[in-house]
Protein backbone atom coordinates (compact mmCIF):
# COMPACT_ATOMS: atom_id res chain seq x y z
CA UNK A 1 0.00 0.00 0.00
CA UNK A 2 2.94 2.41 0.58
CA UNK A 3 3.81 1.38 -2.34
CA UNK A 4 1.22 2.47 -4.20
CA UNK A 5 0.93 5.82 -2.10
CA UNK A 6 4.28 6.51 -3.52
CA UNK A 7 4.27 5.76 -6.96
CA UNK A 8 1.07 8.30 -7.24
CA UNK A 9 2.80 10.75 -5.89
CA UNK A 10 5.80 10.04 -8.02
CA UNK A 11 3.29 10.03 -10.96
CA UNK A 12 1.50 13.49 -9.59
CA UNK A 13 4.71 14.98 -9.47
CA UNK A 14 6.20 13.99 -13.02
CA UNK A 15 3.08 14.75 -13.98
CA UNK A 16 3.41 18.41 -12.99
CA UNK A 17 6.98 18.98 -14.09
CA UNK A 18 5.59 17.66 -17.53
CA UNK A 19 2.75 20.50 -17.62
CA UNK A 20 5.49 23.55 -16.29
CA UNK A 21 7.68 22.16 -18.80
CA UNK A 22 5.26 22.63 -21.59
CA UNK A 23 3.79 25.74 -20.28
CA UNK A 24 7.55 27.10 -20.88
CA UNK A 25 7.29 25.93 -24.20
CA UNK A 26 4.73 27.81 -25.36
CA UNK A 27 6.08 30.91 -23.05
CA UNK A 28 8.87 30.36 -25.56
CA UNK A 29 6.54 30.42 -28.91
CA UNK A 30 4.49 33.33 -28.00
CA UNK A 31 8.59 34.91 -27.47
CA UNK A 32 9.07 33.86 -31.05
CA UNK A 33 5.55 35.18 -31.75
CA UNK A 34 5.33 38.51 -30.29
CA UNK A 35 9.26 38.79 -32.10
CA UNK A 36 8.37 38.07 -35.55
CA UNK A 37 5.32 40.21 -35.46
CA UNK A 38 7.24 43.25 -34.67
CA UNK A 39 10.56 42.22 -36.25
CA UNK A 40 9.24 44.60 -39.69
CA UNK A 41 8.13 47.36 -37.77
CA UNK A 42 11.68 47.25 -35.58
CA UNK A 43 13.89 46.12 -38.00
CA UNK A 44 15.99 49.55 -38.05
CA UNK A 45 16.27 48.58 -34.06
CA UNK A 46 17.45 44.83 -34.56
CA UNK A 47 19.81 46.54 -37.42
CA UNK A 48 21.40 48.70 -35.03
CA UNK A 49 21.59 46.96 -32.07
CA UNK A 50 21.61 43.99 -32.93
CA UNK A 51 23.38 43.43 -36.73
CA UNK A 52 24.02 39.49 -36.15
CA UNK A 53 20.80 39.04 -35.69
CA UNK A 54 19.47 40.57 -38.30
CA UNK A 55 22.02 39.02 -40.91
CA UNK A 56 20.22 35.59 -39.39
CA UNK A 57 16.45 36.55 -39.50
CA UNK A 58 16.04 38.53 -42.51
CA UNK A 59 16.27 35.33 -44.63
CA UNK A 60 13.36 34.38 -42.80
CA UNK A 61 11.50 37.00 -43.69
CA UNK A 62 12.71 36.83 -47.31
CA UNK A 63 14.47 40.60 -46.59
CA UNK A 64 17.08 41.24 -48.66
CA UNK A 65 19.27 44.39 -49.42
CA UNK A 66 17.54 46.52 -51.70
CA UNK A 67 19.71 46.94 -55.51
CA UNK A 68 19.31 50.34 -56.19
CA UNK A 69 20.49 51.83 -52.22
CA UNK A 70 23.30 49.34 -52.04
CA UNK A 71 24.71 50.57 -55.31
CA UNK A 72 24.26 54.06 -54.40
CA UNK A 73 26.69 53.31 -51.13
CA UNK A 74 28.68 51.33 -53.53
CA UNK A 75 29.63 54.47 -55.61
CA UNK A 76 29.92 56.57 -52.18
CA UNK A 77 33.04 53.76 -51.54
CA UNK A 78 34.33 54.23 -55.21
CA UNK A 79 34.45 57.80 -54.51
CA UNK A 80 36.60 57.98 -51.43
CA UNK A 81 39.16 55.44 -53.08
CA UNK A 82 39.29 57.50 -56.06
CA UNK A 83 39.59 60.85 -53.50
CA UNK A 84 42.30 59.03 -51.40
CA UNK A 85 44.51 57.54 -54.75
CA UNK A 86 44.01 60.93 -56.94
CA UNK A 87 42.87 63.75 -54.93
CA UNK A 88 39.38 65.36 -55.17
CA UNK A 89 40.15 67.91 -58.00
CA UNK A 90 41.29 64.63 -59.95
CA UNK A 91 38.60 63.68 -63.41
CA UNK A 92 38.28 60.53 -61.72
CA UNK A 93 36.62 62.09 -58.49
CA UNK A 94 34.95 64.23 -60.84
CA UNK A 95 33.44 61.03 -62.69
CA UNK A 96 32.42 59.83 -59.24
CA UNK A 97 30.88 63.13 -58.47
CA UNK A 98 28.87 63.20 -61.46
CA UNK A 99 27.76 59.76 -61.67
CA UNK A 100 26.56 60.18 -57.71
CA UNK A 101 24.37 63.02 -58.74
CA UNK A 102 22.54 61.55 -61.07
CA UNK A 103 21.78 58.29 -58.93
CA UNK A 104 20.82 60.72 -56.28
CA UNK A 105 18.47 62.69 -58.28
CA UNK A 106 17.12 59.19 -59.39
CA UNK A 107 16.76 58.35 -55.90
CA UNK A 108 14.32 61.05 -55.56
CA UNK A 109 12.74 60.24 -58.29
CA UNK A 110 11.93 56.05 -57.86
CA UNK A 111 11.77 56.60 -54.22
CA UNK A 112 13.57 52.60 -53.82
CA UNK A 113 12.31 53.03 -49.90
CA UNK A 114 8.55 52.74 -50.68
CA UNK A 115 8.63 49.23 -50.85
CA UNK A 116 9.93 48.74 -47.50
CA UNK A 117 7.55 51.06 -46.23
CA UNK A 118 10.19 53.68 -45.44
CA UNK A 119 9.61 56.72 -47.30
CA UNK A 120 10.00 58.51 -44.20
CA UNK A 121 14.03 57.33 -44.00
CA UNK A 122 14.42 59.07 -47.62
CA UNK A 123 12.59 62.61 -46.49
CA UNK A 124 14.73 62.40 -43.42
CA UNK A 125 17.75 62.11 -45.60
CA UNK A 126 16.96 64.37 -48.02
CA UNK A 127 16.20 66.64 -44.81
CA UNK A 128 19.67 66.22 -43.66
CA UNK A 129 21.17 67.06 -47.40
CA UNK A 130 19.08 70.47 -47.96
CA UNK A 131 20.59 71.57 -44.04
CA UNK A 132 23.53 70.40 -44.61
CA UNK A 133 24.30 72.55 -47.80
CA UNK A 134 21.34 75.56 -46.61
CA UNK A 135 19.39 74.31 -50.41
CA UNK A 136 15.33 74.61 -50.07
CA UNK A 137 15.62 71.42 -52.67
CA UNK A 138 16.70 68.06 -52.20
CA UNK A 139 18.02 67.77 -56.15
CA UNK A 140 19.76 71.37 -55.72
CA UNK A 141 20.85 69.94 -52.09
CA UNK A 142 22.47 66.75 -53.21
CA UNK A 143 23.35 68.34 -56.77
CA UNK A 144 25.51 70.99 -54.24
CA UNK A 145 26.60 68.11 -51.99
CA UNK A 146 28.53 65.94 -54.26
CA UNK A 147 30.49 68.71 -56.20
CA UNK A 148 34.27 69.49 -55.88
CA UNK A 149 33.92 73.61 -55.51
CA UNK A 150 31.28 72.06 -52.22
CA UNK A 151 33.71 69.66 -51.03
CA UNK A 152 36.32 71.80 -51.06
CA UNK A 153 35.17 74.45 -49.09
CA UNK A 154 32.99 72.56 -46.77
CA UNK A 155 36.15 70.03 -46.20
CA UNK A 156 36.08 66.43 -47.42
CA UNK A 157 37.23 64.47 -45.28
CA UNK A 158 34.74 66.48 -42.70
CA UNK A 159 31.44 66.05 -45.17
CA UNK A 160 32.39 62.41 -45.83
CA UNK A 161 32.30 61.08 -41.65
CA UNK A 162 28.90 63.01 -41.91
CA UNK A 163 27.58 61.08 -45.05
CA UNK A 164 29.23 58.23 -42.98
CA UNK A 165 27.70 58.70 -39.66
CA UNK A 166 24.19 60.17 -40.54
CA UNK A 167 23.15 59.53 -44.15
CA UNK A 168 25.17 55.70 -44.66
CA UNK A 169 23.21 53.75 -41.84
CA UNK A 170 19.92 55.26 -43.25
CA UNK A 171 20.04 53.96 -46.27
CA UNK A 172 21.52 50.88 -45.37
CA UNK A 173 18.61 50.47 -43.44
CA UNK A 174 16.58 49.88 -46.56
CA UNK A 175 15.91 46.68 -48.30
CA UNK A 176 13.24 45.02 -50.61
CA UNK A 177 11.09 41.51 -49.41
CA UNK A 178 11.02 38.53 -51.81
CA UNK A 179 7.42 38.08 -53.54
CA UNK A 180 5.96 34.45 -53.14
CA UNK A 181 4.21 32.76 -56.16
CA UNK A 182 0.89 34.31 -54.51
CA UNK A 183 1.86 37.45 -54.87
CA UNK A 184 2.57 37.75 -50.43
CA UNK A 185 6.14 38.53 -49.08
CA UNK A 186 8.08 35.69 -48.37
CA UNK A 187 7.64 34.86 -44.77
CA UNK A 188 9.26 31.52 -43.47
CA UNK A 189 8.71 31.83 -39.76
CA UNK A 190 5.90 28.82 -40.19
CA UNK A 191 9.60 26.82 -40.00
CA UNK A 192 10.58 28.05 -36.74
CA UNK A 193 6.75 27.85 -35.72
CA UNK A 194 6.18 24.28 -36.75
CA UNK A 195 8.15 22.24 -34.41
CA UNK A 196 6.17 23.93 -31.49
CA UNK A 197 2.70 23.08 -33.05
CA UNK A 198 3.43 19.46 -33.59
CA UNK A 199 4.48 19.38 -29.99
CA UNK A 200 1.36 21.17 -28.65
CA UNK A 201 -0.76 19.17 -31.29
CA UNK A 202 0.54 15.31 -29.95
CA UNK A 203 0.13 16.83 -26.16
CA UNK A 204 -3.75 18.32 -27.29
CA UNK A 205 -4.31 14.92 -28.86
CA UNK A 206 -3.27 12.96 -25.36
CA UNK A 207 -4.31 15.44 -22.82
CA UNK A 208 -7.70 15.35 -24.16
CA UNK A 209 -7.85 11.56 -24.75
CA UNK A 210 -6.70 11.19 -21.17
CA UNK A 211 -9.45 13.46 -20.39
CA UNK A 212 -12.51 11.51 -22.06
CA UNK A 213 -10.60 8.35 -21.11
CA UNK A 214 -10.65 8.81 -17.04
CA UNK A 215 -14.43 9.86 -17.64
CA UNK A 216 -16.64 7.91 -19.26
CA UNK A 217 -19.30 10.61 -19.50
CA UNK A 218 -17.28 12.39 -22.12
CA UNK A 219 -16.39 11.89 -25.33
CA UNK A 220 -13.03 12.44 -27.13
CA UNK A 221 -14.74 15.63 -28.67
CA UNK A 222 -16.53 16.85 -25.51
CA UNK A 223 -12.76 16.66 -23.76
CA UNK A 224 -11.38 18.64 -26.82
CA UNK A 225 -13.98 21.38 -26.42
CA UNK A 226 -12.92 21.36 -22.44
CA UNK A 227 -9.64 22.57 -24.21
CA UNK A 228 -10.93 24.70 -26.63
CA UNK A 229 -8.28 27.73 -25.45
CA UNK A 230 -5.64 25.05 -26.54
CA UNK A 231 -6.63 24.98 -30.18
CA UNK A 232 -5.14 28.92 -30.32
CA UNK A 233 -1.37 26.94 -29.90
CA UNK A 234 -2.01 25.07 -33.02
CA UNK A 235 -3.81 27.55 -35.30
CA UNK A 236 -1.35 28.34 -38.19
CA UNK A 237 -2.95 32.10 -38.00
CA UNK A 238 -3.98 34.56 -35.48
CA UNK A 239 -0.61 33.60 -33.39
CA UNK A 240 -1.30 36.52 -31.29
CA UNK A 241 -4.08 34.60 -29.88
CA UNK A 242 -1.72 32.25 -28.49
CA UNK A 243 -1.43 34.49 -25.24
CA UNK A 244 -4.73 32.90 -23.89
CA UNK A 245 -3.49 29.20 -23.85
CA UNK A 246 0.04 30.39 -22.40
CA UNK A 247 -1.60 32.63 -19.56
CA UNK A 248 -4.40 30.05 -18.65
CA UNK A 249 -1.15 27.16 -18.80
CA UNK A 250 1.27 29.65 -16.39
CA UNK A 251 -1.56 30.02 -14.15
CA UNK A 252 -2.56 26.63 -13.86
CA UNK A 253 1.29 25.73 -13.02
CA UNK A 254 1.69 28.56 -10.50
CA UNK A 255 3.89 30.22 -12.45
CA UNK A 256 2.33 32.96 -13.28
CA UNK A 257 -0.23 34.50 -10.31
CA UNK A 258 -3.39 35.83 -11.59
CA UNK A 259 -5.54 35.49 -8.30
CA UNK A 260 -5.62 39.25 -7.71
CA UNK A 261 -6.69 40.13 -11.12
CA UNK A 262 -9.40 37.34 -11.26
CA UNK A 263 -11.02 39.06 -8.18
CA UNK A 264 -10.93 41.90 -9.01
CA UNK A 265 -12.01 41.09 -12.58
CA UNK A 266 -14.65 39.13 -10.18
CA UNK A 267 -15.98 42.41 -8.28
CA UNK A 268 -16.15 44.46 -11.18
CA UNK A 269 -18.23 42.13 -13.40
CA UNK A 270 -20.14 41.52 -9.76
CA UNK A 271 -20.43 45.24 -9.24
CA UNK A 272 -21.98 46.19 -12.62
CA UNK A 273 -24.33 43.19 -12.89
CA UNK A 274 -25.71 44.14 -9.41
CA UNK A 275 -26.28 47.35 -10.14
CA UNK A 276 -27.90 47.04 -13.44
CA UNK A 277 -29.83 44.04 -12.54
CA UNK A 278 -31.09 45.44 -9.10
CA UNK A 279 -32.08 48.87 -11.34
CA UNK A 280 -33.59 46.76 -14.12
CA UNK A 281 -35.98 44.23 -11.66
CA UNK A 282 -36.60 47.48 -9.69
CA UNK A 283 -37.61 49.11 -12.55
CA UNK A 284 -40.13 46.06 -14.03
CA UNK A 285 -41.51 45.39 -10.34
CA UNK A 286 -43.41 49.14 -10.29
CA UNK A 287 -43.99 49.33 -14.10
CA UNK A 288 -45.92 46.01 -13.79
CA UNK A 289 -47.33 48.19 -10.22
CA UNK A 290 -48.33 51.01 -12.78
CA UNK A 291 -49.79 49.04 -15.10
CA UNK A 292 -51.94 47.11 -12.80
CA UNK A 293 -53.16 50.30 -11.09
CA UNK A 294 -53.91 51.58 -14.33
CA UNK A 295 -55.72 49.05 -15.60
CA UNK A 296 -58.37 49.00 -12.48
CA UNK A 297 -56.55 45.24 -11.03
CA UNK A 298 -55.50 46.88 -8.00
CA UNK A 299 -59.07 48.19 -6.80
CA UNK A 300 -61.01 45.12 -8.22
CA UNK A 301 -58.45 42.42 -5.87
CA UNK A 302 -58.55 44.84 -2.97
CA UNK A 303 -62.66 45.54 -3.42
CA UNK A 304 -63.81 42.07 -5.04
CA UNK A 305 -61.27 39.46 -3.92
CA UNK A 306 -63.27 36.81 -5.45
CA UNK A 307 -62.84 37.55 -8.69
CA UNK A 308 -58.63 37.91 -8.68
CA UNK A 309 -57.45 36.20 -11.60
CA UNK A 310 -56.39 32.23 -10.88
CA UNK A 311 -52.67 32.22 -8.87
CA UNK A 312 -51.31 30.44 -6.59
CA UNK A 313 -52.42 30.34 -3.03
CA UNK A 314 -50.33 30.24 0.48
CA UNK A 315 -53.25 29.51 2.80
CA UNK A 316 -57.05 29.78 2.39
CA UNK A 317 -57.06 32.90 4.03
CA UNK A 318 -58.19 36.47 2.96
CA UNK A 319 -55.14 38.51 3.28
CA UNK A 320 -56.48 41.68 3.21
CA UNK A 321 -59.46 40.89 5.84
CA UNK A 322 -57.06 39.09 8.16
CA UNK A 323 -54.67 42.50 7.77
CA UNK A 324 -57.99 44.61 8.83
CA UNK A 325 -58.63 42.42 11.74
CA UNK A 326 -55.35 41.77 13.08
CA UNK A 327 -55.03 45.99 12.98
CA UNK A 328 -58.26 45.98 14.75
CA UNK A 329 -57.03 43.97 17.36
CA UNK A 330 -54.09 45.50 18.07
CA UNK A 331 -54.89 48.63 18.20
CA UNK A 332 -57.93 47.78 20.75
CA UNK A 333 -56.18 45.24 22.71
CA UNK A 334 -52.70 46.82 22.59
CA UNK A 335 -53.09 50.53 21.59
CA UNK A 336 -55.89 52.02 23.37
CA UNK A 337 -54.87 50.67 27.01
CA UNK A 338 -51.86 53.30 26.40
CA UNK A 339 -53.87 56.12 25.14
CA UNK A 340 -56.68 56.00 28.14
CA UNK A 341 -55.23 59.19 29.71
CA UNK A 342 -55.12 60.81 26.61
CA UNK A 343 -59.00 59.66 25.29
CA UNK A 344 -60.14 60.63 29.54
CA UNK A 345 -58.47 64.16 28.91
CA UNK A 346 -60.42 64.59 25.29
CA UNK A 347 -63.68 63.17 26.79
CA UNK A 348 -63.58 65.71 30.06
CA UNK A 349 -62.48 68.20 27.64
CA UNK A 350 -65.50 67.90 25.87
CA UNK A 351 -67.80 67.70 28.58
CA UNK A 352 -66.78 70.43 30.16
CA UNK A 353 -67.27 72.30 27.03
CA UNK A 354 -70.58 71.55 27.27
CA UNK A 355 -71.51 71.62 30.83
CA UNK A 356 -69.95 75.42 30.17
CA UNK A 357 -72.69 75.98 28.22
CA UNK A 358 -75.34 74.75 30.24
CA UNK A 359 -77.13 77.64 32.74
CA UNK A 360 -77.81 74.93 34.92
CA UNK A 361 -73.91 74.47 35.69
CA UNK A 362 -73.09 78.07 35.80
CA UNK A 363 -75.59 78.43 38.65
CA UNK A 364 -74.29 75.47 40.26
CA UNK A 365 -70.62 76.79 40.08
CA UNK A 366 -71.96 79.67 42.36
CA UNK A 367 -73.46 78.00 45.28
CA UNK A 368 -71.08 78.17 47.94
CA UNK A 369 -69.26 74.42 48.94
CA UNK A 370 -70.43 72.93 45.22
CA UNK A 371 -68.71 74.64 43.22
CA UNK A 372 -65.71 71.66 43.06
CA UNK A 373 -68.75 69.36 42.45
CA UNK A 374 -69.37 69.86 38.89
CA UNK A 375 -65.73 69.37 37.89
CA UNK A 376 -65.62 66.56 40.57
CA UNK A 377 -68.62 64.91 38.38
CA UNK A 378 -67.02 66.11 35.18
CA UNK A 379 -63.90 63.74 35.93
CA UNK A 380 -65.37 60.86 37.04
CA UNK A 381 -68.36 61.37 33.93
CA UNK A 382 -64.91 61.14 31.73
CA UNK A 383 -63.04 58.30 32.94
CA UNK A 384 -66.33 56.01 33.57
CA UNK A 385 -67.30 56.76 30.03
CA UNK A 386 -63.87 55.96 28.70
CA UNK A 387 -63.54 52.80 31.10
CA UNK A 388 -67.36 51.47 29.10
CA UNK A 389 -66.03 52.46 26.31
CA UNK A 390 -63.19 50.00 26.21
CA UNK A 391 -64.92 47.60 28.20
CA UNK A 392 -67.59 47.09 26.03
CA UNK A 393 -65.25 47.46 22.88
CA UNK A 394 -63.34 44.29 24.30
CA UNK A 395 -66.48 42.66 24.41
CA UNK A 396 -68.17 43.26 21.73
CA UNK A 397 -65.25 41.94 19.78
CA UNK A 398 -65.16 38.86 21.45
CA UNK A 399 -68.73 38.27 20.89
CA UNK A 400 -69.18 35.91 18.04
CA UNK A 401 -72.26 38.14 16.91
CA UNK A 402 -70.51 41.53 17.10
CA UNK A 403 -67.92 39.59 14.85
CA UNK A 404 -70.45 39.03 11.98
CA UNK A 405 -71.52 42.53 12.18
CA UNK A 406 -68.71 43.47 12.00
CA UNK A 407 -67.80 41.79 9.18
CA UNK A 408 -70.92 42.69 7.69
CA UNK A 409 -69.75 46.43 8.08
CA UNK A 410 -66.42 46.07 6.84
CA UNK A 411 -68.35 44.37 3.53
CA UNK A 412 -71.36 46.76 3.33
CA UNK A 413 -68.43 49.57 3.73
CA UNK A 414 -66.19 48.03 1.20
CA UNK A 415 -69.13 48.42 -1.19
CA UNK A 416 -70.57 51.79 -0.45
CA UNK A 417 -66.87 53.04 -0.86
CA UNK A 418 -66.29 51.79 -3.98
CA UNK A 419 -69.80 52.66 -5.06
CA UNK A 420 -68.75 56.31 -3.75
CA UNK A 421 -65.37 56.60 -5.25
CA UNK A 422 -66.28 55.48 -8.24
CA UNK A 423 -69.68 57.79 -8.34
CA UNK A 424 -67.05 60.39 -7.90
CA UNK A 425 -64.56 59.75 -10.17
CA UNK A 426 -62.05 59.67 -7.40
CA UNK A 427 -60.51 56.13 -8.53
CA UNK A 428 -59.08 57.81 -11.59
CA UNK A 429 -57.30 60.47 -9.49
CA UNK A 430 -56.49 57.83 -6.86
CA UNK A 431 -55.12 55.76 -9.52
CA UNK A 432 -52.90 58.83 -11.27
CA UNK A 433 -51.61 59.69 -7.47
CA UNK A 434 -50.19 56.05 -6.64
CA UNK A 435 -48.67 55.92 -10.07
CA UNK A 436 -46.79 59.07 -9.39
CA UNK A 437 -45.70 58.01 -5.95
CA UNK A 438 -44.61 54.64 -7.45
CA UNK A 439 -42.48 57.07 -10.24
CA UNK A 440 -40.84 58.94 -7.85
CA UNK A 441 -39.60 55.47 -5.87
CA UNK A 442 -38.60 54.78 -9.26
CA UNK A 443 -36.29 58.10 -10.13
CA UNK A 444 -35.05 58.39 -6.43
CA UNK A 445 -34.21 55.26 -5.14
CA UNK A 446 -34.54 52.38 -7.59
CA UNK A 447 -32.82 54.77 -10.22
CA UNK A 448 -30.71 56.11 -7.87
CA UNK A 449 -28.92 52.94 -6.19
CA UNK A 450 -25.23 53.73 -5.17
CA UNK A 451 -22.51 52.30 -6.46
CA UNK A 452 -21.32 53.01 -2.40
CA UNK A 453 -24.46 50.49 -1.89
CA UNK A 454 -22.91 47.61 -4.17
CA UNK A 455 -19.65 47.90 -3.48
CA UNK A 456 -20.21 48.28 0.46
CA UNK A 457 -22.22 44.53 -0.47
CA UNK A 458 -19.54 43.03 -2.16
CA UNK A 459 -16.66 44.24 0.49
CA UNK A 460 -19.16 42.13 3.07
CA UNK A 461 -19.06 39.43 0.46
CA UNK A 462 -15.30 39.12 0.31
CA UNK A 463 -14.87 39.60 3.98
CA UNK A 464 -17.14 36.41 4.14
CA UNK A 465 -15.14 34.70 2.12
CA UNK A 466 -12.34 35.27 3.86
CA UNK A 467 -13.50 34.18 7.08
CA UNK A 468 -14.93 30.91 5.76
CA UNK A 469 -11.75 29.74 4.07
CA UNK A 470 -8.79 30.47 6.17
Not at 45 to 72: M, R, V
Not at 137 to 150: L, N
Not at 248 to 261: A, F, K, S
Not at 312 to 322: C, F, K, P, W, Y
Request: hydrophobic share 40%.
Amino acid sequence: MTLAVSSKKYSIRRNRWFERLIALLALLNLTLVFFDLTYINGHNFYLQYSPALTLIYDSIKGIKPHPETQNYLYKVNQLEERVSQNGLESPQSENALAELRLLSSRMIEDNPFDVANKTGTLAKIKNEIRLRTHQISARDAFATFWSQAYLSQAGWQQEINLFNTQIRPLIESNYYRDIDKFGHFVDNFWMIDLPFVVIFSLEFLARTFYISWGNSSLTWLEAMLQRWHDLFLLLPTWRCLRVIPVTIRLYQVNLLNLEPLRKQLNNDFAFNFAEEITEMVGIQVIDQMQDAIRQGDVARWLFHPETRKPYLQVNDINEVQAIATRLVNVSVHDVLPKIKPDIEALVHHSLANTFNESPIYQQIQNIPGLNNLPHQLTEKLARDLSESTYRNFIKAFSDPVVGNLAARLITNFRDILEKELQKKNNIQELQSLLIDMLEEIKMNYVKGISSEGIKKILEEANQIHRTMYK
